[in-house]
């Protein structure tokens, strides 16, 4: 790999950028404001101020939503998910999945996967 894209991909690892870009997408394609640029601008700019502690990080999902998503993922109705499709959901979500630490035999149960 060429210097220069190592240096590439170290800035975008060390400012988050892929998550962010893939969170501003989702939340696109979640709520398809008729004006997507100045949407996104706002987006911004409540993540900025939530930063700042002025104000809230903006959400892409609300409790409804994730009761949807978790019962889409426990087919069988169980109240519980594997792990492994904890982490997948988080990764579509665009969130890390660096500091969990489950082992493969823990259920995940809608409270645990609304956290």
């Known amino acids: 790999m060429?210097?220069?894209e190592q240096e590439s991909r170290e800035?975008?690892?060390?400012?988050?950028?892929p998550?962010?870009?893939?969170?501003?997408?989702?939340?696109?394609?979640f709520h398809r404001p008729e004006r997507p640029r100045e949407?996104?601008?706002?987006?911004?700019?409540?993540?900025?101020a939530g930063r700042r502690a002025e104000g809230e990080y903006p959400e892409l999902l609300d409790e409804g939503n994730l009761e949807a998503m978790f019962a889409l993922l426990d087919v069988l109705g169980q109240g519980r998910i594997t792990?492994?499709?904890?982490?997948?959901?988080?990764?579509?979500l665009g969130?890390?999945?660096?500091?969990l630490e489950l082992g493969d035999d823990e259920n995940i149960t809608l409270d645990v996967f609304k956290e």
């Open 2 to 4: 060429a210097a220069g």
């Open 11 to 17: 800035y975008l690892r060390r400012h988050r950028l």
């Open 19 to 29: 998550e962010l870009l893939h969170r501003l997408g989702a939340l696109l394609l």
């Open 39 to 48: 949407f996104l601008i706002q987006t911004l700019e409540r993540v900025q």
């Open 83 to 92: 792990p492994a499709q904890y982490r997948e959901a988080l990764k579509t």
């Open 95 to 99: 969130l890390s999945t660096e500091d």
